[in-house]
Each structure stands twice: as C-alpha cells, then as structure tokens.
Nanobody
Framework: QVQLSESGGSVVQAGDSLRLSCAAS????????MGWFRQAPGKDREFVGA???????AYYADSVRGRFIVSRDAWRTVHLQMNTLKPEDTAIYYC????????????????WGQGTQVTVSS
C-alpha cells in the first residue's frame, strides 16, 4: 500500500512557472512508476507525465512536452516542474503510482493522491 500526497498548487499567471510535489508514505513507492495526471472541470482525467522507478526514463503528453519536467528523489518525492504555464493547464493535478509497463492510462495506476489545484489566469 502506498499513500501519496500532492502539494504546490496555486493561482498563477500565464507564462509563470510552478513546481508540484508528491510525497510517498513508504519506500515501496520506489518500485513504482510515478505518474502525473490532471482533470479540468467537465473533462476526463488526462495523462501529463510519468517517470520510471529508476528515474532514468520520463514520458510526457504532447501538450506539455518541452514545458513540463518530471523528476524524482529516489522513493520519497516526485516533482512536476511546470514552465510557461497556459490557461489551458488549469486543472486539479494528481500524482499516482503504478507497477504497469503502460504509463499513460489512468486505469493502470492503483494508488492516487488527493490532488492539488492549479489555476492559470490569462
């Protein structure tokens, strides 16, 4: 069992940067791929980015590639560095943990945090 807790959400302006963090409750998280997803009002939850258990490979949605960076501090914390934010990045951001080789599907992640709100004003 892995418990996850996100932090760092805020209200920012377009063009600003923001860093989200996800803290894991146990070293077990070090064996999992860690993903970031987001959900805007009225929309489905969508994949943002993920990093494998070693931290050696990262994956991104086309909409954020080149602007967002996923990193991890061993098992304890995963970060989502968001640069050049746009109003369309406004959403609740969730971190999740998975042992699946597939990283972009929310249904493959059994462990989720409670989410943190990011609002980007124009």
């Amino acid at each position: 069992q892995v418990q996850l807790s996100e932090s760092g959400g805020s209200v920012v302006q377009a063009g600003d940067s923001l860093r989200l963090s996800c803290a894991a409750s146990s070293q077990t998280a070090g064996r999992y791929t860690m993903g970031w997803f987001r959900q805007a009002p009225g929309k489905d939850r969508e994949f943002v980015g993920a990093i494998d258990s070693t931290g050696g490979s990262a994956y991104y949605a086309d909409s954020v590639r080149g602007r967002f960076i996923v990193s991890r501090d061993a098992w304890r914390t995963v970060h989502l560095q968001m640069n050049t934010l746009k109003p369309e990045d406004t959403a609740i951001y969730y971190c999740a943990a998975s042992s699946s080789v597939r990283v972009t599907f929310a249904r493959d992640y059994p462990y989720w945090g409670q989410g943190t709100q990011v609002t980007v004003s124009s």
